[in-house]
């Protein structure tokens, strides 16, 4: 009998020791399953940064080409793991933006703003949204708040400016040209811009600081165009000296410009060029180029 109850014993103390030894040996296979699928996540989270950085770097280069079409390309396939981060919400709506994919940018900007990803481009790609799909004045709301909270940023007052002048509210649209010259006083592209608008909406006393700016720029930074520009608003408004000066540095410059572009500076800045004896030589004194017609073929 003791015997018996013995062997019952050890038979169950050897099925305990059974289901033990199984249920740990599930347990670490279980362990060892989650651990694989763990590793294998980090390891494809690891791989999808760095090909996202490297998107990130390609688009860059890409932007500074002025190819915004291909970084927008490049990064695409990349956008969700690009919201992430400032870098990459600031790569992301530049590419965007000069791609001119309303869709996309309006995601992108909204979704870096939910990321707390506060940087200038992210702002100013949600205003541009906003504007290419017709709500031009929520574009100048979210612009304004924008300039409000980066107020050292001229891109924000020179968007305004332009929704304002398509509007025809003039003074608002100086207004804007005005403070945007103020914030960057060292931009070629914006001064070029102001001084169209401002000559045309015939405010000479904006138009002038605009051209003394353009005066202050380096020789790299101007185009003959915009010097010429500049010294046609300067010399309007009693600044010879000084548009003289420019127009010094402008004429060694038309021939670089091309013919065609030679052409039109000539036509339009002839009577300034002559006045302070820089008319090209293969111009007769003070006479602009003749215009050159093209001949049309007629079907019957």
Not at 6 to 18: D, I, P
Not at 264 to 276: I, K
Request: glycine share 8%; with cysteine; proline share 3%.
């Amino acid at each position: 009998m003791a015997k018996a109850k013995a062997k019952r014993f050890n038979s169950a103390a050897w099925n305990n020791v059974y289901e033990g030894a199984k249920l740990r040996g599930g347990i670490t296979l279980i362990s060892a399953t989650l651990g694989a699928f763990a590793l294998g996540a980090v390891t494809f989270w690891a791989f999808d940064q760095v090909l996202a950085h490297r998107a990130v770097v390609r688009a860059q280069q890409d932007l500074r080409r002025g190819f915004a079409s291909l970084a927008a390309d490049r990064i695409d396939s990349h956008r969700y793991a690009l919201t992430d981060s400032d870098e990459g919400c600031k790569t992301l709506t530049q590419a965007y933006t000069g791609a001119h994919r309303a869709d996309r940018l309006e995601w992108s900007a909204q979704a870096c703003l939910d990321g707390h990803h506060e940087v200038p481009e992210v702002f100013l790609g949600q205003a541009a949204a906003r504007e290419w799909l017709g709500d031009e004045q929520g574009a100048t709301e979210l612009y304004e708040r924008g300039g409000t909270r980066f107020s050292s940023n001229a891109d924000f007052p020179w968007a305004v400016a332009r929704i304002r002048a398509r509007a025809h509210d003039k003074n608002g649209a100086v207004a804007s040209y005005a403070e945007a010259v103020r914030r960057a006083p060292g931009d070629p592209r914006l001064l070029g811009d102001a001084l169209t608008y401002l000559v045309r909406a015939r405010a000479w006393a904006q138009a002038k600081d605009a051209a003394e700016k353009v005066a202050a720029l380096s020789d790299m930074d101007c185009t003959a165009g915009l010097l010429l520009q500049a010294a046609h608003v300067l010399n309007a408004t009693g600044g010879g000296d000084m548009a003289r000066g420019l127009v010094e540095r402008a004429a060694p410059r038309l021939d670089a410009s091309g013919t065609v572009e030679k052409d039109r500076l000539v036509t339009q800045y002839g009577g300034l060029l002559s006045a302070f004896g820089r008319m090209p030589a293969s111009q007769p004194d003070g006479q602009a180029p003749p215009r050159r017609h093209r001949r049309h073929r007629h079907r019957y």
